[in-house]
């Protein structure tokens, strides 16, 4: 691992390259436009699982935002943008499984059609942009928290039209808070892989610098 204190170490150049920078651009504007129209859509068809995912894009793109600030910074400061996107999606996950329960408790029936569509839709979108980071899954805490989301997004997309299919078979809400139980576990699995790479590699930063990675920890 290259010292973080060396501006032009080989990480960081990479993290700036423009084609880093451009897929992040390309999947911030994506995922922005489909937190957007999929939480209005979820809303509208009183589906949990729907929520989910929107609320799942919502944190992406804050995350694709975090990232692009961090580009070509070393990698300490990665590392610190790493670990708060990490936390963000245990935030979220959180939050997705406290919505979960609402509407079990509600017995909420959501419209099968409209998480089809819009499902579909979500994954053709978080296909094209788990592809696009396919490249960088073996990088710093920083590109690999980015293709996390990604994948995790994609794989929450099948779970949205598992959901639909099992509510227009079944006629009841159950299949769309089972998925969206499981997608805010994932969410939680997710989010506590990139903060425990991303404190692994904070450490080791700190650790060559003499210094502790979080204010009162040990070097």
């Excluded at 992040?24 to 489909?34: D, K, T």
């Excluded at 894009?57 to 995350?63: E, L, M, P, R, T």
């Amino acid at each position: 691992m290259a010292c973080s204190c060396c501006p032009a170490s080989s990480a960081a150049q990479n993290d700036a390259a423009p084609h880093w920078r451009r897929a992040l651009w390309i999947a911030l504007i994506i995922n922005a436009g489909f937190f957007a129209a999929e939480i209005v859509m979820g809303m509208m068809a009183g589906s949990a699982a729907l929520e989910a995912d929107a609320l799942d894009f919502f944190g992406d793109a804050a995350n694709y935002a975090i990232s692009l600030s961090v580009a070509g910074m070393v990698l300490g400061w990665r590392s610190r943008a790493a670990l708060l996107k990490g936390v963000t999606m245990l935030v979220f996950a959180c939050w997705v499984l406290g919505n979960t329960a609402w509407h079990a408790w509600a017995g909420t029936l959501p419209q099968a059609e409209t998480m089809g569509v819009v499902g579909a839709l979500a994954l053709a979108a978080n296909a094209g942009v788990a592809g696009m980071f396919w490249r960088f899954r073996d990088g710093d805490a920083n590109m690999r928290s980015v293709w996390i989301c990604s994948r995790n997004d994609a794989i929450g997309n099948l779970a949205v039209l598992l959901a639909a299919l099992g509510v227009f078979g079944t006629g009841a809400g159950w299949p769309d808070v089972a998925v969206a139980a499981i997608m805010g576990g994932l969410g939680l699995h997710g989010g506590w892989q990139i903060v425990c790479h991303a404190w692994r590699e904070g450490q080791g930063v700190s650790h060559r610098r003499g210094e502790p990675a979080i204010p009162g920890s040990a070097a």
